[in-house]
């Protein structure tokens, strides 16, 4: 086999090799069916199984209290932009966002489609290298919408923000989800395209309590109103049958890697290790507020874009991917979710440590 190399991208990001492994085995026949997991109709047996398996292991994972629906809904997050505003927000109401970076902007843009919006804060002021502090909220808020983790930016917010009472929050957990402890019940909604921590691209994770499904907009079309997939178990439509298969597999690792808690010590292992070195380095620096801090997107620059350059083609020549940084950032990017190897963190910091006295 090709040898597999360290792969920093940000979405789709690395997948564990033994979910992989596990999967690549059930393409030919899943366990002793006979038909391959690509194969297996949604309506069938097999499948209904893996469909449960994974709510189960979703709920279990993420500690999901029973009056929250775990639907696997397509479109991406960006779906979710505008399926939030038109479910949950009319024309003379407010929507609160919480404006930490440029899916935050696309997210607000798409309420203005449907009614009032508020910026409750922003951090656009330094390009969005900060979580700010002082959130000012409208008066009554038909929802809180914001970025669990700024998935360009490298900003994180440490926890949730706090809300006003009568109101719900939702949270675009694309980027890091299930990625350290959660406590679901402060959350209206959660939603993940499932890229980056869960699984493969193609299917987005909804957390939703019951009567936000039940308060949701009546006059939609069904496929756009979240009711119509709680009722059908995401089976309204022929669901995107792989991708929730091999969520499932991911969660399954999860769990064997001492569930949230094991996974949210070693991502802030992993992450710390790089932020310390990137904080002595004489030629880097991360560009992201020492208390803002991402613990999946470590952003850095060596503050000469031709040096930046020069660094991200030696990178990827060495066997590093992916680690240039999103345009609006410059420099680079390191995306170290949940399936990113210690052992690929500490290849990186050689490897900067070597660049660094190369071009000191
Ligand atoms: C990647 C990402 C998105 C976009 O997700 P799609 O599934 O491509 O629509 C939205 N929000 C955040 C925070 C992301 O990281």
Not at 151 to 160: D, R, S, V
Not at 287 to 294: F, G, P
Request: net charge neutral.
């Amino acid at each position: 086999m090709t040898k597999r190399i360290w792969n920093f991208s940000a979405g789709p990001a690395v997948l564990p090799e033994s979910v992989l492994e596990e999967a690549k085995e059930n393409l030919l026949s899943l366990g002793s069916t006979g038909i391959g997991i690509l194969e297996h109709s949604h309506r069938g047996k097999a499948f209904i199984a893996v469909y449960e398996e994974t709510v189960a292991l979703c709920r279990e994972v993420g500690g999901i209290p029973s009056d929250y629906q775990v639907l696997f809904l397509q479109g991406g997050a960006s779906t979710q932009f505008f399926s939030i505003p038109m479910n949950f927000l009319t024309a003379d109401q407010t929507a609160d966002y919480l404006v930490t970076g440029s899916w935050s902007e696309k997210a607000i843009e798409e309420a203005k489609r449907f009614g009032k919006t508020h910026i409750a804060c922003s951090s656009k002021d330094k390009n969005y290298s900060y979580i700010p502090k002082a959130i000012s909220y409208s008066e009554k808020p038909a929802y809180v919408h914001f970025t669990s983790n700024n998935t360009i930016f490298g900003t994180q917010w440490a926890a949730e923000p706090e809300i006003p009472a009568g109101t719900d929050l939702i949270c675009d957990a694309s980027s890091d989800i299930f990625s350290r402890p959660i406590d679901v019940t402060k959350y209206g909604m959660i939603y993940a395209g499932a890229q980056k921590n869960l699984g493969p691209s193609g299917v987005t994770l909804v957390l939703m309590r019951n009567d936000l499904v039940e308060r949701g907009a009546k006059d939609l079309p069904p496929m756009l109103q979240y009711r119509t997939h709680a009722k059908n178990d995401s089976m309204y439509n022929t669901p995107p049958t792989f991708a929730i298969y091999l969520m499932g597999l991911v969660l399954k690792w999860i769990k064997a890697n001492g569930g949230l808690a094991g996974v949210g010590e070693r991502n802030a292992a992993k992450a710390g290790k790089l932020y310390a070195y990137l904080d002595q380095s004489k030629l880097f620096k991360s560009t992201a507020a020492t208390d803002s801090r991402s613990q999946m997107n470590v952003t850095f620059v060596t503050g000469n874009e031709e040096l930046d350059a020069k660094f991200c083609s030696a990178a990827t020549k060495a066997g590093f991917d992916g680690l240039k940084g999103h345009r609006s950032v410059g420099g680079m990017r390191a995306s170290i979710y949940n399936a990113f190897p210690p052992a690929g963190i500490d290849a990186l910091i050689d490897f900067l440590k070597k660049f660094e006295a190369e071009n000191a």
